[in-house]
């Protein structure tokens, strides 16, 4: 089973977004920064350290960037069956998983990095991470510190990242060491996230949070707040409300993941922390990250053997598969719906069952609708889709109303042989 994993604030750093500038999916920058009403290109390119930064600047730098991954990765077919994101990349693990859409994804970000950046200018605070220590020693550091600092995120065995005021944070580091903390690093923040300093910001995203429109996810997400997975559109506004203020539960979230049957992890997005550190908590799962174009190869082969692999090497216009799979691609740009005769089919969260089915040797039987050559599968705006293949329909590769782009694969099936 595939994992996708999205980072946080953090992870961003000048010029991340240069290897994808001449990649099809660097269009989602555009889109993005026509919502958001920012030049995000500039921060993906030209931006130095000091303007990148700013959780303003950061969280949404980061969101669009995992965003333009995540679509590079759907153009070559691949699905998860299981998503989760460190703090901010529970924004994009929403979008990715079908609850939450771009347009939302992006103005909640927005709002979301205004808001945390207010209530550290209102009362400023820092974060470290503590290195070499248990969770205990580290929670009781900060209660001994006498002063306003609690742990924000259990990332790994032996990492630890503590947050409030600087001062109190300076004394529960020391605390920390004599306690058997191998080393703390100050973080180059000013906000002391995930703790009850950002209680302004709460209050102010959770009025955007009521204005989005959260749909049931197609797949599982693992929320930061209870390291559970939820697939209720009901849960989400609440868990991202309480997410603010509590501590990120992301090595039980990994612990969750493995649970529900995940064998590959993949990091989407800038860096390659969440990688290290799904290595440190889960030894026997195999974790990839995507960074750059040239990455795409490395996920490919990590997924080649889950029972959520989608990717295919495709050829003759993107339509033709090995054996009797086929695909059938979107001849132009805009928002997929399915033809009626096809909608209700599985979409991409219920592809891994899907594909077990199909899995069998090529021409097996596989259970689903019929379809001959010219059916109409469905429209992209106003331009139709037709398949140029007969066969058993597997499954969506797209979710209705996805924004897909011309030549990408949204519909999987296999073909009769041609003795039928």
């Known amino acids: 089973m595939l994992a996708f994993i999205f980072p946080g604030q953090g ?10 500038a001449d990649h099809p999916s660097w269009e989602v920058v555009a889109e993005a920064a026509d919502i958001a009403g920012r030049d995000v290109e500039h921060l993906l390119l030209r931006a130095g350290q000091d303007e990148l930064t700013p959780t303003a600047n950061a969280q949404l730098a980061t969101f669009v960037l995992s ?41 909640l970000v927005a709002e979301r990095g205004a808001a945390m950046h207010d209530a550290s200018e209102e009362r400023p605070g820092t974060m470290a991470a503590v ?17 306003d600092v609690w742990v924000a995120n259990y990332n790994a065995p032996g990492q630890v990242v503590i947050a409030g005021e600087p001062a109190a944070v300076e004394r529960a580091g020391h605390l920390a060491k004599d306690l058997g903390a191998r080393k703390v690093v100050r973080l180059p923040v000013s906000g002391a996230f995930h703790t009850v300093m950002m209680g302004p910001a709460r209050d102010r995203l959770r009025k955007a949070l009521a204005a989005a429109g959260f749909t049931d996810p197609e797949i599982p997400v693992v929320a930061n707040v209870d390291a559970r997975a939820h697939s209720e559109a009901a849960s989400w506004s609440a868990l991202l ?10 090595r039980q979230s990994l612990a969750t993941l493995a649970d529900l049957g995940a064998t590959v992890a993949v990091e989407v997005g800038a860096g390659g922390v969440l990688t290290g550190l799904t290595r440190r908590v889960l030894p026997d799962v195999r974790a990839v990250s995507v960074a750059t174009p040239a990455d795409l190869d490395a996920v490919v082969d990590a997924a080649s053997g889950s029972d959520s692999w989608h990717a295919y090497a495709l050829a003759h216009q993107g339509e033709r598969l090995s054996g009797s799979d086929r695909v059938v691609v979107s001849p132009a740009a805009g928002t997929f719906q399915p033809g009626p005769a096809l909608d209700g089919l599985p979409g991409p969260g219920d592809l891994a069952s ?4 199909a899995g069998a040797a090529a021409g097996a039987s596989v259970p689903g609708n019929s379809i001959g050559v010219g059916d109409l ?43 039928r």
């Open 354 to 357: 899907a594909g077990a089915a």
């Open 67 to 107: 965003s333009v991954v995540l679509d590079a990765i759907e153009r070559v077919g691949l699905v998860p069956t299981l998503c989760a994101g460190h703090s901010l990349g529970e924004y994009t693990a929403l979008a990715a998983a079908g609850a939450l859409s771009f347009e939302d994804g992006v103005r």
């Open 131 to 147: 290195m070499g220590a248990d969770d205990d020693s580290v929670d009781a550091a900060c209660r001994r510190a006498e002063g």
């Open 11 to 20: 992870s961003q750093r000048p010029g991340m977004g240069a290897p994808w």
């Open 377 to 419: 599968v469905g429209v992209v705006g106003t331009t139709e889709i037709r398949t140029a293949f007969a066969g058993t329909v597997v499954g969506f590769l797209v979710h209705p109303g996805e924004r897909v782009v011309g030549g990408q694969p949204v519909l999987w099936l296999r073909a009769f042989s041609e003795d």
């Open 241 to 250: 409300s309480a997410q603010l203020c509590s501590p990120v539960r992301w």
